[in-house]
């Protein structure tokens, strides 16, 4: 390969027309909050784009995030994300296998400034022998990997914040990608964190296109998440959020409350404490989101969600002591109303009592 | 001779309304209004704590008006407010209370503890434990016209004392004049010179006003006593005097709790809007000033300062008006520590000076106002209350203090400028 085709000319020898190429970045655009005139600004800095080399390593992993990669839903979005890169190694996705695989990742690598994609956690114990590939240590991998690249972003929660690998008590002294890089274990690159368990396709999508359009790191909240996707709760975003104002609660998941559709705090929605953005991107070809198929958020973009106890666990203010205290304030306001006439005649009889003082009236 | 127990706490009940109910719920004991109040910082003894004074009427409303205080009256756990009670907080309710309002002020939940006072002072009253000056000084109102016992030839006496020194003529009874005049007793008894002090900056006005034969007296002790049915038939005979001679605008006097009574509490008590407007000498002086009518010459250059009336700066929102004044002719004019809304009183407010059983602990709390112009250092005291004037007079005198009392309606009219 001496010349890498643009973007542009790939897309031409797979037969997307430009019609279908401009829609996709205007839909680029809308996912990423960007004003609708940026559409064109994307469609040529994508156009005129070297395909960059991408290398995306498997770790300690469950594959659901390729898995929710490859069952997207706007087909156009994600297929042609994987157009405009070079997706240079997958180890599930690439055709080849064994050594002609790994030879595939060594000679992506030779050119520094490709991306580097990570799912899965990265095993520390005992010399990280727990996740090897090809005889060789994820640890190894990565840091090999790390050397060159330009920018490395941890795909899902395992590799943003170590996930279920990690989850006590960790055997394996699982990490996430920036965990070894603050302790040195690996070098330092600038990291995007796209957690979720798995991901949402279009956010994963969505970040490689500003990458992309941009050649920078987009902005980013204290947990390495970018802010357009990660900025909102589920609560906030949420279209149970009138029912949890008005303290409408599900009790249990097949009591009326769970059937007229009330909020699902009490069953342990995690939506108030998550950040993502599943209450307006959904899944499944925007079909649905969890809380809307009627099981509240895991929180599965947290770190150590796995850890924070139940799902099922209300986070605060368990549902009897509401109870007691709605008692309570209904007795009160009753007794306080009760009061309030009892008062009234009381006054109103001193008042009608009233004998119009005289001087007479000032001394005994 | 009716008064009762009975009566007091029926009409004690009467006066407990939602402001009183919120403002016992929502003290929360922090002992501001103590140090605001002269009664305690002259003292220092904690019974003057004005929120202390209120007692009584807190218990009556806890056990009439509460769920818990009724339970803790029905098993003998507060005990029912009596005579002997009400007795012993004559003192609190009467003498050592100039309904200053400078609690209300300074209270950090917003109670108008005055407000209170002034409602708690209704029960006193008919319960019988008033004291005997105010007592006297309400049926002299009542019955002669004034709390002094002056009755109107003794202000045509006045009249035509002022007539010959000025000679200016001194109107009474002239219908559709602009202005009413109003006096307080303390002005035609003691202090004529503001009458003539009238007659000659009306004239320079060129404004016209006539004094009223069946409503010359300002004053109402019913407000001071704390019986609304007295201060209304006081304020009434104002009315009926205005709204005879279809005047626009009744001036009360210099003196304090006459203005409070007609400006606020007036049209309260009759339960109807006036036809005139009520201003107080000071604020139609300062309208004079502003619309160049009131011309002036020369400065007095020894070093003065201004007491505010309570009722005038604090609760009549009189403050900026009598500095105007001042610098018109003054030179060396300066402000007291807490000048304006946070003055300290005279001591002798609220009925205080016609309680001849409160006399010691008023001298006792002048200590306040001796330090304060020993601060600065004043020669001469102004102020716009007849009662004030008498009460510093009072005081300066038991304190062998030299500093001369004059009234700042005086004080201007002696610096007009003479007609050209």
Redesign the interface.
């Known amino acids: 390969m001496s010349r890498r085709p643009t973007v542009a000319e790939q897309l031409a020898r797979q037969g997307v027309s430009r019609r279908a190429f401009l829609k996709f970045c205007a839909a680029a655009a809308s996912l990423m909050a960007l004003p609708p005139s940026m559409a064109p600004a994307i469609a040529e800095a994508l156009g005129k784009l070297r395909r960059p080399s991408v290398i995306w390593l498997s770790f300690q992993e469950c594959t659901g995030c390729t898995e929710s990669l490859t069952r997207s839903h706007t087909p156009t979005v994600e297929s042609l994300i994987f157009d405009m890169i070079s997706l240079d190694y997958h180890h599930t996705l690439q055709a080849a296998a064994g050594t002609a695989a790994e030879q595939a990742r060594e000679d992506a690598m030779k050119e520094a400034g490709y991306l580097v994609l990570v799912d899965g956690s990265i095993p520390t114990r005992d010399g990280g022998i727990y996740s090897t590939i090809a005889g060789v240590t994820n640890l190894q991998m990565l840091k090999d990997a790390l050397a060159n690249a330009a920018a490395v972003v941890s795909i899902g929660t395992c590799a943003a914040y170590g996930g279920i690998p990690k989850a006590d008590p960790n055997p394996t002294g699982a990490k996430s990608v920036q965990a070894l890089m603050d302790e040195g274990l690996v070098p330092r690159k600038p990291v995007i964190n796209v957690p979720g368990c798995p991901p949402i396709p279009t956010v994963i999508t969505g970040v490689l296109a500003h990458y992309l359009t941009f050649g920078e790191i987009p902005e980013l909240d204290s947990l390495g998440r970018p802010t357009m996707f990660y900025g909102d709760s589920i609560h906030d975003r949420c279209y149970r959020r009138p029912f949890y104002d008005q303290g409408m609660f599900a009790k249990t998941f097949d009591d009326e409350g769970a059937r007229k559709g009330w909020c699902l705090f009490e069953l342990g929605c995690k939506g108030p404490t998550t950040h993502n953005a599943c209450a307006t991107t959904k899944w499944n070809n925007g079909t649905s989101f969890p809380i809307e198929s009627g099981h509240g958020c895991i929180g599965c973009s947290e770190p150590d969600f796995w850890d924070a106890g139940s799902f099922y666990t209300a986070l605060s203010a368990p549902a009897d002591p509401l109870t007691l205290a709605t008692s309570a304030t209904v007795a009160g306001a009753a ?1 306080g109303v009760g ?1 309030s006439f009892v ?1 009234r005649a ?2 109103g009889a ?2 009608s ?12 | 001779m009716s008064a009762s127990l009975d009566k007091g706490v029926a009409v004690l009940k009467e006066m407990i309304d939602a402001p009183i109910a919120s403002y016992f719920e929502s003290c929360v004991h922090c002992g501001l209004c103590a140090e605001a109040c002269l009664f305690y910082t002259e003292t220092g003894d904690p019974k003057y704590t004005p929120i202390h004074k209120l007692e009584p009427l807190r218990r009556i409303y806890e056990q009439e008006y509460t769920l818990l205080g009724r339970l803790a009256k029905l098993v003998g756990l507060s005990k029912p407010v009596t005579d002997d009670e009400l007795e012993a907080w004559k003192e609190l309710v009467y003498n050592s209370c100039t309904l200053c309002a400078r609690c209300s002020l300074v209270c950090p939940v917003g109670n108008d503890i005055v407000y209170m006072v002034r409602k708690f002072r209704e029960g006193m009253a008919v319960s019988g434990h008033a004291p005997d000056g105010l007592i006297g000084a309400v049926t002299r109102t009542i019955e002669i016209g004034s709390p002094m016992g002056v009755k109107l030839p003794a202000v045509q006496a006045q009249m035509k004392h002022v007539q010959d020194e000025t000679g200016i003529e001194i109107p009474m009874d002239k219908e559709g004049a602009e202005y009413m005049v109003m006096l307080s007793s303390m002005e035609i008894m003691n202090f004529p010179e503001y009458l003539g002090a009238i007659a000659k900056i009306m004239k320079q006005a060129g404004k016209t006003w006539t004094l009223c034969s069946t409503a010359f007296e300002a004053t109402n002790a019913g407000i001071q006593i704390g019986v609304s049915d007295l201060a209304k038939v006081i304020v009434n005979r104002i009315v009926e005097g205005a709204e005879r001679l279809k005047v626009k605008t009744v001036i009360s006097p210099e003196c304090g709790h006459a203005y409070t009574a007609l400006r606020w509490d007036g049209a309260n008590l009759i339960g109807r809007p006036y036809t005139f407007k009520v201003l107080h000498i000071l604020e139609v002086l300062d309208e004079f000033r502003s619309q160049g009518l009131l011309k002036t010459e020369g400065f007095e250059t020894t070093r003065m300062t201004f007491h505010d009336p309570c009722q005038l700066g604090r609760r009549g929102g009189v403050v900026e008006q009598p500095r105007n004044l001042m610098n018109m002719v003054t030179k060396d004019f300066v402000e007291m520590d807490d000048p304006g809304k946070y003055n300290w009183c005279c001591g002798g407010g609220g009925g205080v000076s016609a309680n001849e059983e409160a006399e010691e602990l008023r001298l006792e709390v002048f200590k306040i106002k001796k330090r304060q112009l020993e601060n600065v250092g004043a020669k001469t005291m102004v102020t716009a209350c007849a009662n004030c004037r008498i009460v510093l007079e009072e005081g300066l005198e038991h304190y062998q203090m030299d500093i001369p009392v004059v009234g700042l309606t005086e004080l201007i009219a002696e610096h007009l400028a003479p007609d050209k």
């Open positions: 007794i009061m008062n009381k006054k001193a008042k009592g009233h004998e119009t003082a005289t001087l007479k009236d000032l001394e005994k």
